[in-house]
């Protein structure tokens, strides 16, 4: 039995969660989320424990890679309509730097055009300094998405660490051509 698949999802107060014919609906504070998992997995909401368990009909491979993929989906779900997902990038290099237009992403990071992105629906994008991006979602799969998307503009090289980077992130470095003889 798969260990994630089998812990059930606890609900807190305060998020409304429905499950209707392969529906899952889950609403929080923050805000609505729906998933329509697959049809040989079976979700059960227990409302007096406030519990979501999640139940396989056999141990084929299949089956067993749902199982979890299905529970781990929606324990996010229920985590982001709580509390929403942050990813933080940061953008090093002399000159490269970020804007928000509206709702587009622009960003100048050493190519001869700036580079503009469209941000999602469901993602709300922060610039605390023009080096900084802060990306805000109740979707977690939404906002990794996204953040993959702005890094894949200029990910960081590795002689001098220019580049577009997660918060945190260690990029290996290499040592270069050594000078002279």
Not at 61 to 86: C, W
């Amino acid at each position: 039995m798969s260990r994630i698949g089998k812990k059930p999802v606890t609900v807190a107060d305060g998020t409304d969660i429905s499950v209707d014919s392969g529906i899952i609906s889950v609403s929080g504070k923050n805000g609505k989320l729906t998933f329509e998992h697959h049809p040989n997995m079976e979700v059960v909401w227990n409302s007096d424990s406030r519990q979501v368990q999640v139940n396989r009909p056999n141990d084929q491979s299949q089956n067993r890679a749902l199982h979890g993929l299905t529970r781990a989906l929606i324990a996010n779900m229920v985590q982001g309509v709580q509390e929403p997902f942050v990813r933080k990038l940061e953008i090093q290099g002399v000159g490269y730097q970020a804007t928000l237009n509206g709702n587009n992403l622009s960003l100048q990071v050493g190519f001869a055009n700036t580079v503009v992105l469209p941000v999602p629906d469901q993602v709300t994008c922060e610039l605390p300094s023009t080096t900084q991006i802060i990306l805000k979602s109740v979707d977690k799969q939404a906002v990794g998405q996204f953040a993959a998307n702005i890094r894949r503009v200029r990910p960081p090289e590795p002689y001098k660490g220019k580049g577009i980077r997660y918060e945190g992130e260690q990029v290996r470095r290499k040592a270069g051509k050594a000078f002279g003889s």
